[in-house]
């Protein structure tokens, strides 16, 4: 077990094409740090200072962070974390 | 041949080609159409303008396309109504409605965008265009796509109107209801878009789309007779359509088709879901995401991603935000239709119940001119209004019955 982030395509260029990688739990923040072991060039693109970017949303289980702990927020075994860049437009 | 030279990262300033591409690699800001604006001062006066179809298409130069536009020919240049019946009820001396509800085709301003989103695409190459909406997009790609022929996913979220839904499946697009709100469909969509090689306008495409909203900027200032109101109320959901008004109006300043630019902007919220006019109120750049609950569905987006340049636009401007409960924006939808004979959806409701608290505690002042942007038609969202209009009269077909009605009303008319 372990926990699934879907990769967006503008990211896809560091993960070298792949849309879904694995990594292995902890907080929001240390997973960044850990897929930038792997891929990197990932940390730097949606984080600044410790901080998820602006135009960076962050899901777990479907959920937006900024409804749980923020970077904080717990990652479990089985979870699934999705990279979103913020998308505007469809208001209406 | 157009004008634009690039697109460029907001945040970062790295400039990209022109590219069905939305988000800048590197620090995953927005990406926004950068134009040549020499060139365009060179060949675009009022008199060029004034002298095209009166469409959104006459302010092309200022538009994201190489070739000719190629749908939206009835789009645009809706009227601009000079409010004098409300203007009295709210107590202010000049006051416009800029009147989308009479769009062609679909009835809302996102006719605007999506012409200019589907134009882009027939350029691009793609043969199928998709969409996240909570109705209206959905309405405008529904109708606008099947006229360029072009294949269409429209993506709703499954709790909207019937009404809504019933004005999209119309046009036989590939409709698909998602089980969650507009944010979980967009993050869905978002993925779709990664896998996909389709056309979503308000995605891959969002960068051209959203200029389109600038043409009901330019058409204000044109209708005022080339001059830029005191202040400009705009409904949010995204932030979008504030932002690009905005952008209208700089480069209409900057190429000279105005002369002055005083204008306050100022954003509408409904209070079930008002992240960008929190923000503004509390004086901080950090929009809070929420949980929508308004009647407002079309401004229910709670995680808005063009927020942050929103509250930039208001503070630059020295504008403000008002928010409002779903009381008040019921009441503003039946004060603009009583006083003005415009029925306005819900976001109309928001924007005109917003400008009334603004001119109460004066941040507008009752005697500058004001224009509020009507974005939807109310038939649309009649369901919103259940329970709240007055009564039918309901009589026997003899005039005994009526006129026992009569004696009710407040009837001053002559008999014969």
């Known amino acids: 077990m372990s926990v699934k982030v879907r990769i967006p395509t503008p990211l896809q260029r560091v993960t070298g094409g792949k849309a879904e990688v694995e990594t292995a739990p902890g907080k929001v923040i240390d997973i960044v740090g850990a897929l930038d072991k792997a891929f990197p060039g990932i940390a730097e693109r949606i984080s600044e200072g410790g901080k998820i970017r602006r135009f960076v949303n962050i899901y777990v289980n479907e959920e937006d962070i900024r409804f749980l702990q923020g970077e904080n927020t717990a990652v479990k075994d089985g979870d699934e974390l999705s990279i979103v860049p913020a998308i505007a437009g469809g208001r209406q | ?416």
């Open chain 2, 1 to 416: 041949m157009g004008y634009v030279k690039a697109l460029r990262c907001r945040e970062c300033s790295r400039e990209y080609p022109v590219e069905p591409i939305y988000v800048c690699e590197f620090c995953f800001g927005p990406l926004e159409v950068v134009y040549d604006y020499e060139g365009i001062g060179r060949v675009l006066d009022r008199r060029r303008i004034e002298e095209r179809p009166k469409n959104l298409w006459r302010y092309r130069e200022l538009l994201p396309i190489d070739g000719e536009p190629r749908v939206g020919f009835n789009s645009g240049f809706t009227p601009l109504l000079k409010a004098d019946n409300l203007a009295k009820a709210l107590g202010v001396r000049e006051l416009y409605i800029k009147d989308d509800t009479v769009m062609h085709p679909t009835l809302s301003f996102k006719d605007r965008v999506v012409s200019v989103a589907l134009t882009k695409a027939l350029e691009f190459g793609f043969d199928t265009v998709a969409c996240a909406s909570t109705g209206n997009l959905a309405h405008s790609v529904s109708a606008l796509g099947a006229r360029s022929g072009l294949k269409r996913f429209v993506f709703i979220p499954a709790s909207l109107e019937q009404s809504k839904i019933t004005a999209s499946i119309v046009y036989s697009p590939n409709l698909i209801a998602v089980d969650g709100n507009y944010d979980d469909v967009n993050r869905l969509c978002s993925e779709i878009a990664n896998k996909y090689k389709w056309a979503f306008v308000n995605i891959n495409i969002r960068p051209y789309y959203a200029e389109g909203s600038k043409t009901l900027g330019f058409e204000v200032l044109e209708q005022l007779g080339w001059k830029a109101p005191d202040n400009v109320v705009i409904p949010c959901a995204s932030g979008s359509l504030l932002t690009k008004i905005w952008k209208s109006f700089k480069e209409a300043k900057m190429i000279g088709l105005i002369d002055a630019l005083p204008t306050k902007v100022f954003a509408a919220q409904a209070t079930g879901c008002s992240p960008i006019v929190a923000a503004i109120k509390k004086g901080t750049e950090v929009i809070r995401p929420v949980k929508p609950d308004t009647v407002a569905k079309s401004l229910a987006i709670g995680n808005p991603a063009d927020g942050y340049y929103a509250g930039a636009v208001v503070r630059e401007t020295g504008g403000g935000g008002e928010d409002v409960s779903d009381i008040e924006l019921i009441g503003a939808i039946k004060l603009l239709a009583a006083t003005e004979g415009v029925f306005a959806e819900t976001a109309g409701g928001v924007t005109l119940a917003a400008t009334k608290k603004l001119v109460e505690d004066g941040r507008i002042d009752r005697d500058s001119s004001t224009v509020v942007c009507i974005t939807g038609n109310g038939l649309k969202t009649q369901e919103a209004l259940a329970g709240h209009t007055a009564t039918v009269h309901r009589i026997k077909p003899n005039l005994a019955s009526f006129e026992d009605v009569l004696k009710g009303i407040s009837h001053k008319g002559e008999v014969m």
